[in-house]
């Protein structure tokens, strides 16, 4: 079941609910007896790389139960993406003593907020009020690391949440019918999330996989010491768009003897990186970029020095300096609130 924009105020209504947007690895917890399977958005079995949450699931579960929710990790007070994807890596490449060490020096923990099975009861079409009791019952004797995500029906503290939670790694609010069945692949859901521009360099772009034209763009922010880091990447260009980047940009393509502050990066900058865990083996070369084009980006939030997820392009800024895109431009989250107060068991 997924979610669908919202804009960036929470709406109100009769039967709505709120929950905190996780930022985190959605997936389908089934559990049958001894047999467990996390299933991530890709279809892929993630128990794998979460031993501990297989484990929590056969001592705290009940022995038939299907779960909605999220895979997260959490350090100090505040939810670490970064430390999740390290879990993520082909099978071969895994290996039992690396996982195993993951789990035991960052565990993560389940957050539920919806059920699709409890016994032998198909809850798919029962309405979500309905699937919110039996998913109370399920998870009456639960504990850490699987909780259930607080949910409420007053609008009021949902906006508190919109407005608190981003300084503890979550991105949003979800909006819910409490009227509506399961839809799997249906974005019947709502989402509430921050929005926000920022004039940013573009300093190098990765092709396309299907015709090599622009794929995404590369953007950078300047840091106080003048270092132009690696922040992030626009895309999800149409073909004609592609097409019509790959022409704007030839003649901004930098050629190997020309000096590039992401292919001679001083000390201690970030820069794109090449085959990672997330590219699975992939090829993510890039070409880079004469570093004096200023884009306007939207995006909904930082990770520490760089875009949580990618970017919206905008528009090209010719009357910008790129020198100007720093990093003080930014807009920082408001409040501070400490995300394990969210994962107290629900009584």
């Known amino acids: 079941m997924l979610a669908a924009p919202r804009g960036n105020v929470v709406p109100e209504g009769d039967g709505l609910v709120y929950e905190p947007k996780w930022d985190g690895f959605r997936a389908i917890v089934f559990r049958d007896g001894d047999d467990v399977v996390i299933q991530g958005r890709g279809g892929d079995d993630l128990a794998y790389a ?40 082909p099978r071969s490449e895994a290996g039992g003593s690396s996982i195993a060490a993951l789990a035991r020096d960052t565990p993560a923990t389940y957050v539920a907020f919806d059920i699709l099975a409890f016994g032998s009861e198909d809850l798919l079409d029962q309405p979500l009020s309905v699937r919110h009791e039996r998913l109370d019952a399920a998870l009456l004797s639960a504990a850490l690391p699987i909780v259930q995500s607080p949910r409420t029906s007053d609008p009021g503290r949902a906006r508190t949440w919109f407005d608190t939670l981003e300084s503890a790694g979550l991105d949003g609010v979800i909006v ?4 509506e069945p399961y839809a799997p692949g249906k974005r019947t859901l709502g989402k509430v999330k921050h929005r926000r521009t920022a004039d940013v360099v573009v300093a190098g772009f990765r092709p396309h996989k299907t015709d090599g034209e622009v794929g995404s763009l590369l953007l950078g922010l300047y840091d106080d010491g003048g270092r ?6 626009a895309s999800g260009f149409s073909a004609r768009r592609r097409a019509e980047l790959t022409r ?13 502050p992401w292919t001679e990066p001083r000390e201690g900058t970030r820069i794109p990186g090449g085959v990672n865990r997330w590219s699975r083996g992939r090829d993510s070369a890039w070409t880079p970029l004469r570093p004096d084009l200023v884009a306007e980006v939207a995006y909904d939030q930082m990770e520490g020095e760089r875009l949580r997820h990618v970017a919206t ?3 090209w800024r010719p009357d910008r300096e790129p020198g100007s895109c ?16 969210l994962l107290e068991p629900r009584r």
């Open 50 to 89: 979460f031993p501990e949450i297989v484990d929590a699931c056969r001592a705290l579960l009940p022995p038939a139960v299907v779960l909605d929710g999220e895979l997260v990790i959490v350090r100090g007070s505040r939810l670490d993406f970064e430390a999740l994807g390290a879990r993520i890596r």
């Open 176 to 179: 819910k019918d409490g009227a």
């Open 228 to 233: 132009l880091h690696h922040v992030g990447v």
């Open 248 to 260: 704007e940009l030839a003649t901004a393509v930098v050629s190997p003897t020309d000096p590039h």
């Open 313 to 315: 392009f905008l528009r």
């Open 326 to 341: 720093t990093y003080a431009q930014l807009d920082r989250p408001v409040g501070a609130i400490d995300v394990r107060e």
